[in-house]
């Protein structure tokens, strides 16, 4: 997508926020619209915002692209933190609904377009969402929301403070059903996750606590997971990691977000790998 597309989109959206609100509410009711997604093409997204717009127009890196491309027939994709389904959403249409997403959540202003996009791109037998925080354990937890806009990130579980960190004064705090994936898999019969990405924005050392005993199993094959480090030796990042190494896995990749290893806060996408070749071309 070239910049005077992108620019040509932003301000179609500005247009249209001129018109009174009760005008705009009729008029997606009427004319719902989807936009061809830069991440994949022949996917459609839902968007009503400038947020869910840019998500829209986000595309891959190429590695990540690489990664997702390598899944096998009866795989079966965890997507954690999966905001609108980008990555649900090309798994689903590079594999040609081969592979069954899991797709958790939480926010309900997103978790809504999350479901339009499935539906739009008539994925609806092979992509299950779920709005339900994940965690630890079982509980009835605080989700606070730094932006109520569906698209939006950098939301929390409990705590009032981010990846890097900072606290901040929450948009809307909602009461939300926290799980952890061991239980899931056990108490609900959820199929074992051959693939999990994870991406929640500050809490991945919570939600991999969570999951050792899928991690210690046979189906597992890779795990990419976003993670923060506030400096070289960040508690969350060496704790993340050490729970890997005990279970087996090796890191195969790491994607800087930042472009400069040795700044911080450093935040890269990095991909750990058991029992799996992972092939980087």
Not at 29 to 43: I, M, N, R, T
Not at 135 to 162: E, M, P, Q, W
Request: aromatic share 12%; proline share 2%.
């Amino acid at each position: 997508m070239t910049q005077n597309e992108r620019f040509r989109d932003i301000l179609a959206f500005k247009i249209v926020n001129i018109f009174q609100s009760t005008f705009k509410a009729r008029l997606m009711d009427k004319l719902p619209l989807y936009k061809e997604a830069a991440f994949q093409k022949g996917v459609y997204c839902y968007v009503a915002s400038s947020v869910e717009l840019g998500r829209c127009q986000r595309e891959f890196e190429p590695q990540m692209l690489v990664w997702l491309k390598q899944f096998a027939a009866g795989d079966v994709f965890y997507d954690i933190g999966a905001n609108i389904g980008m990555f649900s959403l090309a798994v689903a249409k590079l594999h040609g609904g081969a592979i069954v997403t899991y797709a958790f959540e939480p926010s309900f202003s997103t978790f809504a377009t999350l479901v339009r996009n499935i539906v739009a791109n008539r994925f609806g037998d092979f992509i299950l969402p779920f709005s339900f925080a994940l965690g630890s354990r079982l509980g009835v937890r605080n989700f606070n929301y730094t932006d109520i806009s569906s698209g939006a990130s950098i939301h929390t579980l409990d705590l009032v403070v981010n990846q890097t960190g900072r606290e901040f004064s929450p948009a809307f705090s909602q009461k939300v059903i926290s799980y952890s994936l061991d239980e899931l898999v056990r108490d609900f019969d959820f199929a074992q996750p051959t693939h999990i990405k994870i991406d929640v924005d500050g809490g991945e050392r919570e939600i991999v606590e969570g999951m050792k005993i899928i991690l210690r199993g046979d189906k597992i094959r890779s795990v990419m997971i976003e993670l923060t480090e506030v400096d070289e030796s960040d508690e969350n990042v060496r704790a993340i990691r050490a729970v890997f190494g005990e279970a087996g896995f090796k890191e195969a990749m790491q994607i800087e977000h930042t472009g400069r290893a040795n700044l911080y806060p450093r935040v890269s996408d990095v991909l750990f790998v058991k029992n799996w070749e992972f092939d980087h071309v």
